[in-house]
């Protein structure tokens, strides 16, 4: 470093550098936008000046910035503007939610909302266009279920996107249909792209204050870098690169993004994504698809039925040999690639494509992924390890659903092989954790909280008790891990001398407090590329 004046000093009695399993006291020196030095609160003040901010947090953890593996921008950022339907117990109780929203934002053009899970609910029956139409007969209505996979719309929806008894599904998609073909108001995978289109029109000035938001509240939750995943037409409607980039150029970029555009064969046009976003700040990092869907609605695709329904196992969105080559010419050409499998069917077709492209391209450090991994077969558990797979999860997701559903569609037998996180970390492979938001929310302390306990949809039991982690495992899977799987190890991810300074401090620090209260706690200070994007401290000392 040519400069040894600090812009700011950190110290706590507590900062868990990630490089061991338990914090430590030390204090850090930033200078520029890179950690200078850490040591002993003694050995640091060479490096205060007259304009250095220096902060001490006495038993406050202090640790890497949060990186999230896997969430979805700007459809996310409209969420937080929307009804969050997760809490409601019966189709009455969502609708007096949405109600209530309408009636609150009459400005909006369409009422919005977001997590509502008829699994949840006395009836554990799906909703139907008329329940909507009650509340909002001339206003259109769009609310997408927890897992993102489909959504339930009303009359006034299908009427603005041209949807009636005639049309005819898209490739992977349904139109629901009652009895008399007419539609149901329940539109699956692709076909919610009809109605998002209209939904998501968003001018600029829109998308830019919708992104502001989100990045506040990025910076709030301690979270420093992300990963913008393809998130099929439907949900990637509002995706805007050169948004992003505008921000970046002008200083407001906040929080690290990584660009996972669409896998789909166009490699020409991913080559001009990869050299033109290639910051510090904002860069393309490979190419994402989907090949199933989720257990509940019974598109993850299974290697063998469900088991509520002997008849259907789910299907790959695209011909299992299409993926494989889309898999290898993007290999070839260098590219990271992620891919979407819940179902066992899914993730082993996920591996077989990464196998096949080191066969065909020969061995070489790809750091692909595979996303959600819930249902996985015991015989494909070693080959992350083995091919050098990230295993990208989010914990909180096993209590998304509820857990007497899940097990219903697959059965006691398969249901001993969902979420594996321990087994998953045991075997060798790399784990990164994310929150797939807006599927879940923001706070990547809900799903630390997951990872550590276990605790299933009830709230009361715990689901497979011997594939909880440690603190410390699950803080480096959504430090280190993340980092590590997208190729910035050596940059991000722990505290180090020489790495970037994306820093958290924490209220409270987790490892002290009783389990229980780690959702709740809150941010005190966030640190992006050496600068405080968000403060609500009162520990200055100068």
């Known amino acids: 470093m040519t400069k040894r004046t600090a812009d ?81 117990r019966s189709e009455n109780e969502a609708l007096e939610m949405i109600g209530k929203f309408a009636e609150d934002n009459p400005n909006h053009p369409w009422v919005v909302g977001f997590t509502w899970d008829s699994g949840y609910w006395e009836s554990q029956k799906l909703p139907d266009r008329y329940a909507l139409d009650r509340i909002l007969p001339n206003r259109p209505a769009v609310m997408f279920h927890a897992e993102g996979h489909y959504a339930w719309v009303n009359s006034k929806a299908l009427e603005i996107a041209n949807i009636n008894r005639f049309t005819e599904n898209p490739s992977y998609g349904i139109i629901g249909k009652f009895e008399n073909g007419e539609p149901n108001g329940i539109l699956y995978e692709k076909a919610m792209e009809f109605v998002t289109k209209h939904a998501f029109d968003y001018t600029r000035e829109q998308k830019a204050a ?42 407001r970029l906040t929080t690290r993004i990584h660009l996972w555009p669409a896998l789909n064969g ?45 008849d259907e196992r789910g299907e790959t969105a695209f011909p299992p040999e299409l993926i494989k080559k889309w898999v290898v010419d993007a290999d070839k050409e260098g590219f990271s690639v992620r891919f979407h499998a819940i179902g066992d069917g899914a993730i082993r077709l996920a591996l077989d494509a990464y196998e096949e492209a080191r066969k065909v391209n020969g061995p070489r450090d790809s750091r692909h992924a595979v996303e959600h991994v819930e249902v996985i077969h015991p015989d494909d558990i070693y080959r992350f390890k083995e091919l050098g797979v990230t295993v990208s999860m989010q914990p909180d997701h096993f209590a998304m659903s509820e857990r007497g559903v899940y097990t219903e569609r697959i059965g006691k037998e398969r249901e001993k092989n969902v979420f594996l996180i321990k087994t998953l970390l045991d075997s060798g492979a ?75 401090v924490l209220k409270e620090n987790p490892f002290d407090i009783p389990v229980e209260k780690i959702p709740h706690v809150e941010v005190e200070l966030t640190v992006t590329d050496g600068e405080i994007v968000y403060e609500n401290t009162k520990e200055t000392v100068k």
Request: net charge negative; with cysteine.
């Open 210 to 251: 919708v992104f502001h938001h989100f990045l506040s509240e990025a910076a709030r939750l301690g979270i420093t870098a992300v990963h913008n995943m393809y998130g099929t037409d439907s949900l990637s409607v509002l995706d805007d690169f050169d948004l992003f980039k505008e921000f970046e150029d002008k200083g």
């Open 430 to 504: 790399n784990i990164a954790f994310g929150t797939d938001f807006p599927i879940d929310i923001l706070n990547p302390l809900l799903q630390i909280y997951r990872a550590v306990t276990r605790v299933d949809s009830s709230g009361k039991d715990i689901w497979h008790p011997h594939e909880r982690i440690t603190l410390a495992e699950a803080l480096k899977a959504y430090t280190i891990g993340s980092a590590y799987g997208s190729f910035r190890e050596n940059e991000l991810g722990t505290l180090e001398e020489g790495k970037l300074a994306d820093i958290v």
């Open 266 to 310: 166009d490699l020409a046009s991913a080559e001009k994504l990869r050299e033109k976003y290639c910051s510090g700040k904002l860069q393309f990092s490979g190419l994402k698809q989907f090949i199933d869907g989720v257990v509940t609605s019974r598109t993850a695709y299974m290697l063998e039925p469900y088991t509520d329904k002997p």
């Open 8 to 88: 700011l000093i950190i110290t706590s009695n507590a900062v868990f550098t990630g490089l061991s399993n338990q914090p430590e006291p030390a204090s850090i020196a930033i200078v520029n936008n890179k950690i200078s030095a850490i040591g002993s609160e003694e050995e640091i003040k060479k490096y205060a000046g007259e304009q250095t901010r220096i902060f001490h947090y006495h038993d406050q953890l202090v640790m890497p910035g949060f990186h999230d593996f896997h969430l979805h921008i700007m459809h996310g950022a409209v969420s937080l503007l929307s009804v969050d339907l997760f809490s409601a």
